[in-house]
DNA sequence: CGTTCTGTTGAATACCTTCAATTCGCGTGG
DNA sequence: CCACGCGAATTGAAGGTATTCAACAGAACG
């Protein structure tokens, strides 16, 4: 099969020369998950990275009681299980689709072998990683030095930033934006209806109108909640 | 200067040819710090990274009450600072000298080229942010998923095998270690305190004495720790 | 239209932190 | 060499934030 257009845009690839991109397509693996497909497990071998044409992956750890901590939902076009590509040898988080999605699949020589060749492949993937890892110093931060409320508020600007509306429709449930932000459904359900009835915001189902942006800031950046 | 001696061993210019290791030595700067210097701060421009040569470096996060959150202690013959030469251009953490330490400073622009011509240093920093990575997925997991009596009692073990020793010394003192696993010298002291009238553990100042290694086992990955 | 999963709410509880008061340990200077 | 002083470490009491458990409401799905 032929992927070259597929895996011409990924950032990922960007700047990489028709030769390596052809090459690309002549390795890469397509492998298609229904929603809630288990991708990988933590401590599965692995033998290359994948990489989501489309659909919704995240990628969690789970406590032995069954807790779930995301670390990441990945978005189309992105990279993910690219760890053990390059250090050890297992997958060392879980991934499942949380969307019908379509991945391609590179085998690490094959990965490593275009890196040898081609430097801007190494520079990409070298930005890629360097990104995730000023990502998890945020995700840290927020799990030991911030109160469930901050990270909320934060959440929510962040996405009214990327979206640019104030107006916004969360894109995974509320289940699993508690496991983003390192909490449970009933807490956020609590927090969520404080913000509410301090004003702060208006939620509608997954639908989130941003009232008092000027609080919320105050929330995320400043002082404590206190209702 | 020439540092070339210095620069030959570190593990990340492993496989570099002569050449290299001699542009290396070329292009890096010596600086030093005194104990309980900060090297940067987060949110500094960065433009390069730096190899801790000798003492120990401590990369924390800090909340706006004023705790603290250590992401790495580094160690001698460790490159730290590393993110931005990559992505994004400040540094998304702190970095404080904890001991008397000699660093070597690669100026960003350098060491890219150098990637653009080796790729063998393409494919150690790239082992480096993966391993890092991995390091953070269980930070993360430790601080949203566990307990700090189970977090204490992985630490333990986890020297305890490094060192492959059942009397472990540590080398950072009970407040840092407080901050490297996401709590404060209080609770630290009262969860030791614990563990010795459980037999677990004996401590003395920073020695520890690890005696029922089963339990503490069994209480960094079974059950919960019932006092 | 019932079943199942998501989301909400209340009460009780657990864990950790905060604050305050000592105590300990160690380096420095008299 | 001892005494002092200061930060590190410990301990107790009180308080706060988040979780647990349970019950229920609501939405999604077949």
Known sequence: ????????????????????????????????????????SEGDEADGFYVLISGRVKIYKLSKEGKEQILHIVEAQEPFGEVPAFAGKRFPAHAEAIEDSITL????????????????????????????????????????????????????????????TDEIELNINKKQLASLLGTIPETMSRILGKMVSKGLIDVQGRRIKLIDKKALEELAYGAKLDI
Do not use: W
């Open 105 to 164: 699949f590179f085998p690490r020589d094959a990965i490593v072998q275009l890196i040898k060749n081609d430097p801007s492949l190494a520079l990409n993937m070298l930005a890629l990683l360097s990104l995730r890892l000023r990502q998890f110093t945020v995700l840290v931060e927020d799990l030991s030095l911030k109160e469930v409320p901050q990270r909320l508020a934060a959440y929510i600007l962040l996405i009214g930033e990327r979206e640019k």
């Open 1 to 40: 099969m032929d992927f070259k257009d597929s895996i011409r845009y990924i950032p990922l690839f960007k700047g990489l020369p028709d030769r390596q991109i052809e090459e690309l397509s002549r390795i890469a693996i397509r492998y298609s998950f229904l929603k809630d497909r288990i991708i990988f």
